[in-house]
């Protein structure tokens, strides 16, 4: 395609990018069958889905999955490495959104909250823009916002120059940081007057086999635990119809995005598993709530004027417990002793000392300043403790920072490892676990974070303007999504971008 004046002209006027927090590709075709025809089934059947998308890099986890679909590169850029992290320069474990200056911004006195740490947050970890970020240096006047349950997925993919993001406090009611506001909107305000968390707590969640009254819920664990029920994404969607409506996204020409993230989808994940009653029963319900949100955009912007996008920050593995009765390879890896066994083998060469200081996100962080100080190699003490490591029952590769620093790995999980490798954060010693194995003490739920995958493989779906329909098989990483948008919007990629415009969607 010709890129003319004309058609340079006619952007889309509202980039929705929603992520659904731990979904994984094969969930599309699972609940097929369940899901009405507005709501997924629309994505597919009138958008284009690209079924071989992946996580090219490890861990897979919600911050670093949040930064990488909307910086458009790997941690060992943007700097997310995991959700919280061993910070090597103080001993200290800082949180991936965390940020000291800032105040909790909400609906109580004065507007602010000094006290609650739930809105002390910001993007300043992320170490390179969004590309709504790049959006907003091209038309400043374009508006963008960004909302989720978890305080991660709202503000990571907002960006740095946001006008807004927006999460859930510990009471379920909606806060933002001072970082974005001095108060919170007054749309917003009157938004939570008119539906409390509290409000989503009628009758009982319920489904094949199970049943859970919502009132002895409430009353049990509070308002905010309506993020462990399909009521959580529910809500989240009457959000976004809210501030669509009334921060007017979408009504002139000047391109506004639009970022939401599910967040229900993972606390259920986790603790009940891919294949529980009630996970379907949560996808079947965000069917609906997606549906929802199709339909104002459609009657308010037009499908013609919006670009939707639609992928998950990682997947999931089936709970362990249940692989191996099915007698497909999969474990528990219990690291409670690993540092002081480690720490011990050291010794043994080294003499008695404090060589591991901290294992953080499967990464050694070996004691610098000692090895230093006793004129020792780096790079021989971490050979040491990989070679011890990989006998450890479950472990299946050990990577050194030392490796990881002189080499560059292009295929392989060993290039998954080294772009999810930060050299300025990440540890001395990375171990990575053989697949099936999580380090998860419920022996009914699971996790995510590997390089497999069941945690790697995400569904991919553009819808709107533009956007043929179709289906697209070969190989895609999630760093291509942000260049992709950025093409279609003609502004720069964002400035750590290490992905390709996917060209079967932008020529
Ligand atoms: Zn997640």
């Known amino acids: ?88 320069a103080d001993g200290l474990s800082v949180y991936c959104a965390g940020d000291g200056n800032s105040t909790t911004v909400c609906d109580c006195d004065n507007h602010i909250d000094v006290e609650s740490t739930a809105g002390k947050m910001s993007p300043h970890r992320m170490l390179t823009t969004t590309f709504s970020d790049e959006l907003k240096l091209f038309s400043p006047q374009s508006k963008v916002f ?34 974005y506001y001095e108060q919170l909107p007054e749309w917003l305000i009157e938004f939570q007057q008119k539906k409390p968390a509290t409000s989503y707590f009628k009758g009982a969640w319920k489904g094949r086999g199970f049943g859970y009254p919502m009132d002895s819920l409430l009353a049990s664990k509070g308002p905010a635990s309506v993020k462990s029920t399909p009521q959580g994404n529910t809500y989240l969607k009457d959000l976004a119809i ?28 986790h603790q009940f598993g891919p294949h529980a009653q009630e996970l379907i029963d949560t996808y079947i319900k965000l069917d609906k709530d997606i549906a929802e949100i199709l339909k104002h955009i459609n009657s308010t912007v037009g499908q013609e004027n919006a670009l939707i996008f639609l992928t998950a920050d990682h997947g999931v593995v089936s709970v362990p417990n249940e692989l191996k009765a099915k007698k497909i390879p999969a474990g528990y890896f219990d690291a409670s002793n690993l540092t002081t066994e480690l720490n011990n083998h050291l010794s043994k060469r080294y003499g008695n000392n404090t060589w591991v200081l901290k294992y953080s996100n499967q990464q050694f962080f070996l004691n610098r300043k000692l090895i230093e100080e006793q004129k020792l190699s780096h790079q021989e003490v971490q050979q040491l403790a990989a070679d011890y490591l990989i006998g450890v029952e479950g472990v299946q590769y050990t990577f050194t920072a030392h490796q990881l620093h002189h080499n560059e790995y292009q295929n392989s999980f060993y290039s998954l490892i080294q772009k999810g490798f930060n050299q300025k954060r990440s540890g001395d010693v990375v171990i990575a676990l053989n697949s099936g194995w999580i380090e998860w003490n419920s022996p009914t739920g699971t996790t995510h974070g590997s390089c497999f995958s069941y945690d790697t493989h995400v569904p991919l779906l553009f819808w709107g303007k533009g956007i043929q329909q179709g289906v697209f098989d070969e190989y895609i990483s999630i760093c291509d999504i942000a260049p992709t948008v950025s093409t279609l919007l003609g502004i720069s990629f964002p400035n750590g971008c290490t992905g390709q415009p996917i060209r079967s969607i932008t020529e």
Do not use: C
């Open 1 to 88: 395609m010709l890129w003319g004046i004309s058609q340079a002209q006619e952007k889309p006027k509202l980039v929705v990018g929603i992520v659904v927090d731990q979904m994984r590709y094969d969930y599309v075709y699972r609940f097929w069958n369940q899901f009405g025809d507005n709501g997924f089934k629309k994505l597919v059947n009138e958008g284009y889905f690209l079924r071989n998308t992946h996580y090219n890099y490890t861990p897979t986890y919600t911050g670093p999955g949040h930064a990488s679909i909307f910086t458009g590169t790997t941690p060992s850029v943007h700097g997310i490495i995991g959700n919280n992290w061993y910070n090597k």
């Open 146 to 179: 960004g909302i989720s349950i978890k305080d991660r997925g709202a503000i990571l993919p907002a960006g740095h120059t946001a006008n807004g993001a927006f999460w859930m406090g510990k009471s379920g009611e909606w806060i933002s940081s001072s970082y």
């Open 242 to 269: 809210e501030l669509i409506k009334s921060e007017e996204l979408g009504k002139d020409n000047i391109t506004d995005v639009l970022t939401l993230s599910f967040s229900s989808t993972d606390y259920i994940g």
